[in-house]
Nanobody
Framework: QVQLVESGGGLVQAGDSLRLSCAASGRAFSTYGFSTYTMGWFRQAPGKEREFVAALTWSRTLYADSVKGRFTISRDNAKNTVYLQMNSLKPEDTAVYYC???????????????????WGQGTRVTVSS
């Protein structure tokens, strides 16, 4: 099992920055190690489906086109934590942001929610214009 706890959301103005954190824990990491898991960030705006934001695999980073150049995903494996640095925030970035941990026995694209087995409870980000 894996537990994910997000933090760092809040209310900001357009153009501001926020850094989200996701602390991961669980027995699964004692088997494979946190560093071997692909971690992702998704978001869900009111009335919309959950959408991919960013992911960090063993060897590469992936971003949605809408956040490329503004958001940066990173991780601190010593702390079992993944971050999402969000700069130049826009009102359309308003959403609940979810951290996700991959399903190692699953196949498919890291851009899709089905590739992830564990989810945090979400942290709300509101960007005012």
């Amino acid at each position: 099992q894996v537990q994910l706890v997000e933090s760092g959301g809040g209310l900001v103005q357009a153009g501001d920055s926020l850094r989200l954190s996701c602390a991961a824990s669980g027995r699964a990491f004692s088997t494979y190690g946190f560093s071997t898991y692909t971690m992702g960030w998704f978001r869900q705006a009111p009335g919309k489906e959950r959408e991919f934001v960013a992911a960090l695999t063993w060897s590469r980073t992936l971003y949605a086109d809408s956040v490329k150049g503004r958001f940066t995903i990173s991780r601190d494996n010593a702390k079992n934590t993944v971050y999402l640095q969000m700069n130049s925030l826009k009102p359309e970035d308003t959403a609940v942001y979810y951290c996700a941990c991959e399903c190692k026995s699953c196949s498919g694209s890291y851009y899709l929610p089905g590739r992830y087995a564990y989810w945090g409870q979400g942290t709300r980000v509101t960007v005012s214009s």
